[in-house]
């Protein structure tokens, strides 16, 4: 099993990660995005008598790597259920929470799930393949505003109104269904030498559509804060600048939108402490062996007593 969760997805900032958790023996942990199971082993291996693991994961092929130990407790569901599975377990509170809210290795090494523009296959997207629309839905049925509102607001593309538009007058003469076809529409668009990163944040802007993971994130993050005993450590590497900025807004002000509230004498009014004032990022040994990890960044906060 070692070999295949590394070919599934090498966990990023493993140690950084697991040590911000603050782990006790017989304390109660979450693993939102249990993927391969590298965080998830690297916790379970600090447990004793008492202590628990919930590892969350939608994606089916995420269970390929389930843990066969008894502190572990795989939940298949999106993490933004956080409240509502911890309510089903009985579990009021819990000592941390870690989120590696990366794509996993796997999901862009696989053909079939249309996550990457280096094959072909199904424009699909989906994390979990058993609801929601694909990319190829949202490619062929959204208006021309939704459309480049989308491109611009998630993939921060200058082009947004123009790529939207292309796509409209194409899909009027055949539908795109494929990564093939997409590409042929709008790789034009591009000019040669910065064609990966522009086509990387065209995919990007899909797959956030396609899986709602702003919201998701949002309602995950104010369920973590509910569910954090005073002392608790919330625990998250984020990878683009969207994701980043709700984090750190919410460990800096209690609100995913930055709003400050502050009491009398001036204070931020937040429920959480920074435990890192300064961003985590992988070292050059790490990104070398895992070129994924070069926009990684991890933040720490404690939950205030």
């Known amino acids: 099993m070692g070999?295949?969760?590394?070919?599934?997805?090498?966990?990023?900032?493993?140690m950084p990660s697991v040590d911000g958790m603050n782990i006790r023996p017989d304390g109660t942990y979450v693993d939102v995005t249990?993927?391969?199971?590298?965080?998830?082993?690297e916790i379970l291996s600090r447990l004793g008598d008492g202590g628990q693991l919930l590892g969350f994961d939608q994606d089916e092929d995420a269970e390929q790597n389930i843990v066969d130990n008894p502190h572990f407790i795989f939940v298949r569901s999106n993490f933004r259920y956080l409240h509502n599975f911890l309510r089903y377990h009985e579990i009021e509170?819990?000592?941390?929470?870690?989120?590696?809210?990366?794509?996993?290795?796997?999901?862009?090494?696989?053909?079939?799930?249309?996550?990457?523009?280096?094959f072909d296959g199904a424009l699909d997207m989906r994390m979990n393949k058993r609801a929601g629309d694909t990319a190829a839905d949202i490619i062929n049925n959204y208006d021309e505003e939704r459309l480049a509102d989308?491109?611009?607001?998630?993939?921060?593309?200058?082009?947004?109104?123009?790529?939207?538009?292309?796509?409209?007058?194409?899909?009027?003469?055949?539908?795109?269904?494929?990564?093939?076809?997409?590409?042929?529409?709008i790789k034009p668009l591009?000019?040669?030498?910065?064609?990966?990163?522009?086509?990387?944040?065209?995919?990007?802007?899909l797959r956030i559509e396609v899986n709602q993971e702003m919201e998701a994130?949002?309602?995950?993050?104010?369920?973590?804060?509910?569910?954090?005993?005073p002392g608790g450590r919330l625990v998250v590497i984020t990878y683009h600048s969207l994701e980043d900025r709700m984090v750190k807004n919410i460990m800096k002000t209690g609100n995913v939108?930055?709003?400050?509230?502050?009491?009398?004498?001036?204070?931020?009014?937040?429920p959480f402490r920074l435990v890192n004032n300064k961003?985590?990022?992988?070292?050059?040994?790490?990104?070398?062996?895992?070129p994924r990890s070069r926009s990684a960044k991890l933040r720490i906060a404690e939950k205030k007593g």
Do not use: C, W
Not at 257 to 268: I, L, P, S, Y
Not at 279 to 290: G, S, T
């Open 257 to 270: 939108e930055g709003k400050m509230e502050k009491d009398f004498f001036g204070n931020v009014q937040t």
């Open 93 to 118: 509170e819990v000592d941390a929470i870690l989120a590696d809210l990366g794509v996993s290795s796997h999901h862009f090494d696989d053909s079939e799930r249309g996550f990457s523009f280096r």
């Open 34 to 41: 249990f993927g391969g199971g590298g965080h998830s082993r």
């Open 190 to 205: 591009f000019g040669r030498e910065r064609e990966k990163k522009e086509l990387a944040k065209v995919f990007q802007a």
């Open 217 to 229: 994130l949002k309602e995950m993050l104010y369920a973590a804060t509910e569910a954090l005993k």
């Open 150 to 185: 989308i491109f611009y607001l998630y993939g921060e593309l200058k082009n947004s109104r123009k790529l939207a538009s292309v796509l409209v007058k194409a899909r009027t003469v055949q539908k795109i269904t494929t990564i093939g076809e997409f590409l042929e529409v």
């Open 279 to 290: 961003v985590i990022v992988p070292d050059e040994a790490e990104i070398e062996r895992n």
């Open 3 to 14: 070999n295949e969760e590394l070919t599934y997805h090498v966990p990023v900032l493993l």
